[in-house]
């Protein structure tokens, strides 16, 4: 069996799992998610614990297993907590302003750019740092991956859009003449 697979999900209270025509629904106090079951992974819910089982042990079967377990374990941390990325603007003149729902980014180019916000997910700006949250990982890490996208750290002087938690290389750049006493 898988080693994540075979791990049960525990459910906090106020969060509810369903499942309905191959789909699977969770709800809870931050919003609601939904998914398809994959074919041949079947869904048991005892009292606070979910846990999930496959239908034979062929290769594609016990990596779907696995994979379904982290997409609902992953739903119902969405719905009870959510997901935070927070990423941070470095460089001179480099500014970040919400526009109704839209981000205005002065990057350093000879124009504004504008990113739009997805559905599903808030961004809230503070100074230089823009906090991207939600209840579905995966809009949560696209979201802030596009914002990233928009003007990477370059490894000269750093400057870019980062991840907090990110560490960039910087290179030493140009070596200058070798001075000889």
Known sequence: ??????????????????????????????????????P????????????????????????????MRALVSNMVEGVSKGFVKKLELHGVGFRVNMSGSDL??????SHEVV????????????????????PDKQQVGQAAAEIRALRKPEPYKGKGIRYSDERVLRKSGKSGKETTS
């Open 1 to 38: 069996m898988s080693r994540v697979g075979k791990m049960p999900i525990s459910v906090p209270g106020g969060v509810t799992v369903f499942t309905t025509d191959g789909q699977v629904s969770v709800s809870g106090p931050k919003g609601s998610l939904r998914t398809l079951l994959l």
């Open 40 to 67: 041949g992974i079947s869904l048991q819910q005892e009292g606070e614990t979910v846990t999930l089982t496959r239908s034979s042990e062929e290769k594609s079967q016990r990596a779907q297993h696995g994979l």
């Open 104 to 109: 205005k980014f002065n990057l350093g180019f």
């Open 115 to 134: 990113y739009k916000i997805p559905a599903g997910v808030s961004v809230s700006v503070e100074q230089n740092v823009i906090t991207v949250s939600g």
